[in-house]
């Protein structure tokens, strides 16, 4: 680390070093590539936390859009009495917007990447992060599935190259996924560790294997509960009653597939399916026959449910409603 100014970073958990305390304070600026429904939260929850945040995208739209979403997110907080109004303004007053990607990187302590899931187009950003950024710089990614090592092996700098998995929506998620690179240096993973404690996350460390621990599990849920659909086991409401009110689920694994995107789980599950070579994890028809056919759940307005702008209302989808037959 070569910043000198001091950093907001205070406060220190018990299980931190000496090393690690000295770099946590040294950390001042964070970068976070793509401004979507990940990148906004991340620079939010920097920002909040004291950092000075640089958020870059390709598109300008993108960025006005995210620092729309910013502020309307810590007004909710602030309506909460989670945040002050002062708080409010300082945090958004330490948000950069930037299109150009060597302005935002160039004194950058830790940059956290968070652009669309597609590994040429990360290998393309972590070449041009390596090429740009300071020597220090640590270069995170939000990937849901995607490779750390195979990203890392890309730069000359795989010691510094990790997996900072944030959940959505981040400012209210607590856990961040860490996951280790295989040549991922032991003194980065710790300084990732404590930083996600320090944004008031809990952080779990895992290896990286296709998935690694979050999607590895939850994916093939959601795929079962497609296949259970797919087979006329039983509809849409009963799998996610069930799982609700037998499991505790706050959420039926058919609705979350809609919430994070049928397009997404597909392409996880291709990963897995690809990076095991096992069957188990081949994904269901329907899931590929939707996605082919533009259902892609919340975002395309129907998946598994019917979605209607400014309703609440859980209606399951005209293809799935078994009771039309009755
Ligand atoms: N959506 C989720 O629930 C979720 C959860 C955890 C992790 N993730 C991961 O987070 C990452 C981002 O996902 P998202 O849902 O925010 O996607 P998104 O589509 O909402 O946003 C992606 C943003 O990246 C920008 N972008 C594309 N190419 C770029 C480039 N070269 N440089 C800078 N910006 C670029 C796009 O303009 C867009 O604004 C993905 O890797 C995804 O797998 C998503």
Redesign the pocket.
């Known amino acids: 680390m070569v910043q000198t100014q001091e950093s907001p970073v205070k406060i220190m958990s018990a299980g931190q070093n000496e090393k690690t305390k000295e770099m946590l304070q040294q950390l001042k600026v964070v970068t976070v590539?793509?401004?979507?429904?990940?990148?906004?939260?991340i620079c939010h929850v920097f920002a909040q936390h004291g950092f000075e945040v640089h958020m870059?995208?390709?598109?300008q739209e993108?960025?006005d859009k995210?620092v729309s979403t910013i502020s309307k997110n810590m007004d909710r907080q602030v309506a909460k009495s989670s945040l002050s109004e002062e708080a409010k303004k300082e945090a958004l007053s330490r948000i950069t917007t930037y299109t150009d990607?060597a302005a935002a990187v160039k004194d950058a302590d830790v940059v956290v990447?968070?652009?669309?899931?597609?590994i040429d187009?990360?290998i393309?950003?972590f070449q041009?992060l390596d090429r740009l950024c300071p020597e220090h710089t640590i270069l995170a990614?939000?990937?849901?599935?995607?490779s750390i090592t195979r990203i890392g092996s890309y730069t000359k700098r795989p010691g510094k190259v990790i997996g900072m998995?944030?959940?959505?929506p981040v400012p209210v998620m607590r856990l961040v996924e860490i996951i280790n690179g295989y040549a991922t240096d032991n003194a980065v993973t710790q300084l990732i560790h404590d930083l996600s404690a320090y944004l008031g996350k809990v952080p779990c460390v895992v290896a990286d294997y296709p998935g690694f621990i979050s999607n590895r599990i939850l994916m093939p849920l959601i795929n079962e509960a497609i296949l259970a659909l797919q087979e006329g086991v039983a509809g849409v409401e009963e799998i996610d009653t069930i799982m609700k009110l037998g499991m505790a689920h706050p959420m039926g694994p058919l609705q979350l597939a809609d919430?994070?995107?049928l397009d997404?789980c597909y392409s996880?599950m291709h990963v897995l399916h690809m990076g095991f070579g096992n069957q188990k994890y081949a994904p269901a028809t329907l899931l590929a026959n939707m996605v082919q056919a533009g259902y892609l759940g919340v975002k395309s307005g129907e998946g598994f449910y019917k979605y209607t702008v400014g309703s609440k209302d859980l209606v399951v989808s005209e293809r799935f409603d078994t009771k039309k037959w009755k």
Not at 33 to 41: E, F, L, P
Not at 113 to 118: G, I, L, P, Q
Not at 141 to 146: E, F
Not at 165 to 168: E, L, R, T
């Open positions: 590539i793509g401004s979507g429904t990940m990148g906004n939260g870059m995208d390709i598109k993108a960025l995210a990607m990447e968070a652009a669309t899931e597609n187009l990360k393309k950003i041009e990614t939000n990937t849901s599935s995607i998995h944030f959940m959505n919430f994070i995107g997404t996880i």
